[in-house]
């Protein structure tokens, strides 16, 4: 697993034209744009992509779309953690020579619902067994039903778990991107409308519409290109589950796995972070990722959050776009960390005050997908 | 013709015994008769040892609550009219989880908890469809 460490960069990071709300594009366009204008950042074309990666729909499809016939196709999909997992087997697709440049993308019409898919659970599905029949809105129950035994295990509070909701508005209205930048405080979430019990609406990411990509070649080729080239040190992914009442500890997922993986990959140890980009679709994942990724122990990451500790100037920079919380989310958001994390350890943002993480070298990006089903871990580093 | 208008399980050839063993109200489950670990939900084989060697058996219907949460609002109009409810998880005696509602409680974190003991309450919202729910054990 060394030998693949530093092998292989991103070297351009895109979003679709808008974010947000976005209703007179369908799914695949935003593809589209996000994957020509991470191309473009990159000084490459689309003749250039021999590698093609996406979740939620068909590499195929997307293919056609974009009329690029890739000698590697990587269609892995298992939520929204599928795009930081992308990362990990593009590198080694790269970094063993089965193909010189990949492109990753994702698009999805969340919010104005354009070109996407009917969401359905067959009744003679597993799901639609043992789970639909009892109503759990999907995925907030799903998580609310994890949180709630994490809460009777180690005494965490929702003021702890209100604590990351708000640090990360912090970081929203320093992103003129953000889909949500009005301050809240812990009181307004709270106070915010109850949705499934521990959560509140400010406990639960945004419904959007996006699009991001991002392109990756190998180091050799990547220093002549146009931008600054960030290296893959190390990844790692897992699952364990599909639906949540078979999730086999709500207070432990696979995080654990990935992330152990990804940080004996890369030879660097928690102190050497300078920014984490942990998905939020709910308050809980978080602080469930933070444990389970070493950052803290077993049922204390109410603790380690409290004081907003991860808002901009805080000692743990974490979820500096705004996160999916506030920024945007359109079902599945592991692209868009990993964007951020290339931003920051560019210094893209160094003209524009505590928006940009000081002296940032190395990053850890986190996904989590399905109902804390799955997850992928990536460290990253300014080469 | 029933008046139920929620989405409903279709019971496969793999899981009808256990639809069937709620039908009659009398619930049964899986074991895996190589490790005598019981296992939910229903498969063709053991998930311990992917051995044929599996047995329905019957369980007691009683258990306690794992982990739960409140629904204050759920978009799909079969369930939107019954907010708030109780989703649980429900460990069974015999140490497997199953997802299931919490009847006969108020559906507050103040009177639902972790630990709960709570039996089985067959729900024959169908001709065909017998939904297992779970209530407080009472006192007795």
Redesign the interface.
Known sequence: MRALSGKVAIVGVAESDQIGRVPDKPAIMLHAEAARSALAEAGLTKDDVDGLFTAGISTTELGEYLGIQPTVTDNTSVGGSSFVIHVGHAATAIATGRCQVALVTHGESGRSRVGMPPRV????S?R??????????QPV?AY???C??HM?EFGTTKEQLAEIAVATRKWAMLNPKAYMRDPITIQDVLNS??????FNLLDCCLVTDAGGAFVMTSLERARDLRRHPIVVLGFGESHTHA????MPS?TSFAARQSGKVAFEMAGVTHDDIDLAMIYDSFTYTVLLSLEELGFCGKGEGGAFVSGQRTAPGGDFPMNTNGGGLSYTHPGMYGVFAVIEAVRQLRHDYVDQGIRQVPDASIALVHGTGGVLSSAGTAILARY | MSGYKKPLPKPDPVTAPYWESLKAHAMKIQRCNDTGKFFFYPRGLSPFTLSDNISWEPVSGRGVVHAFTIVYQNRDPAFAEDVPYVVAIVELEEGVRLMSNLVDVEPDPEHVWIGMPVEIVYDDVTEEITLPRFRPVRAT
Do not use: H, K, N
Not at chain 1, 121 to 124: A, N
Not at chain 1, 128 to 137: N, R
Not at chain 1, 193 to 198: A, D, K, N
Not at chain 1, 243 to 246: E, L, T
């Open positions: 659970t067959p009744p003679d597993l639609g067994q043992f789970e639909v029949p009892y109503g759990l809105p129950g609310a039903l994890a709630s035994r009777y409308r109850p949705i499934c019990w521990p639906m949540i009442s078979q709500y």
